[in-house]
């Protein structure tokens, strides 16, 4: 099994920054893809940023040149560095982990139990 922990969440004004970090663990032979979702009340859950083993990134519109997506892929981490951040950003953030298991070439989809974050205005 695998599990993804995310931590870094919280409340700040806007205009300040975030970062938010989430950590594979379990049975893993790789990480693929990573990325972070987020889900505001009442709207479906959306895409924010998502990088490849190979850091390819890629970013929802709204937060192009103010988050920042990168990992280790050593330590089978991601982290999303928010800045300038806009009360529209406030919504429960969910890392995801398309991860190998095994030597078989079988990939799995799992979440992170999300973390909230709040912009105030």
């Known amino acids: 099994q695998v599990q993804l922990v995310e931590s870094g969440g919280g409340l700040v004004q806007a205009g300040g920054s975030l970062r938010l970090s989430c950590a594979a663990s379990g049975s893993i032979f790789s990480v693929n893809a990573m990325g972070w979702y987020r889900q505001a009340p009442g709207k479906q859950r959306e895409l924010v940023a998502q990088?490849?083993?190979?850091?390819?990134?890629n970013y929802a519109d709204s937060v192009k040149g103010r988050f920042t997506i990168s990992r280790d892929n050593a330590k089978n981490t991601v982290t999303l560095q928010m800045s300038s951040l806009k009360p529209e950003d406030t919504a429960v953030y969910y890392c995801k982990a398309i991860v190998q298991p095994t030597m078989r070439p079988y990939e799995y989809q799992y979440w992170g139990q999300g973390t909230q974050v709040t912009v105030s205005s």
């Open positions: 990088i490849t083993s190979g850091s390819s990134t």
